[in-house]
Nanobody, 117 residues
Framework: QVQLVESGGGLVQAGGSLRLACAAS????????MAWFRQAPGKEREFVAA????????SYADSVKGRFTISRDNAKDTVYLRMNSLKPEDTAVYYC??????????WGQGTQVTVSS
């Protein structure tokens, strides 16, 4: 079982950038496809971006396409989410998640991202 820990959240002005990181335990990251989700206050959790086990495959929600980039470094057991051109509507708790089958079974505790206008 993998444990995931997010970091890198914070307060940023609109138009700014942040890079989130998700570290996995026990050198296990390469076994899992990974994704980032987010949940804004009063809203349901939504998909942001996903990446395959090798990094060759990525996908993005339309709302972040062209602004966010997901990547991974299996040697460092870390997944990243680079967020550029941030908007106030990007404000949310961001979670990383991992799956070895068809469902995301492993989740981090989340990191808060707040974008001020």
């Amino acid at each position: 079982q993998v444990q995931l820990v997010e970091s890198g959240g914070g307060l940023v002005q609109a138009g700014g950038s942040l890079r989130l990181a998700c570290a996995a335990s026990k050198r296990t990251l390469s076994r899992y496809a990974m994704a980032w989700f987010r949940q804004a206050p009063g809203k349901e959790r939504e998909f942001v971006a996903a990446i395959g086990r090798t990094g060759a495959y990525t996908s993005y929600a339309d709302s972040v396409k062209g602004r966010f980039t997901i990547s991974r470094d299996n040697a460092k057991d870390t997944v990243y989410l680079r967020m550029n051109s941030l908007k106030p509507e990007d404000t949310a708790v961001y979670y990383c998640a991992g799956r070895s089958t068809t469902t995301y079974d492993y989740w981090g505790q989340g990191t808060q991202v707040t974008v001020s206008s």
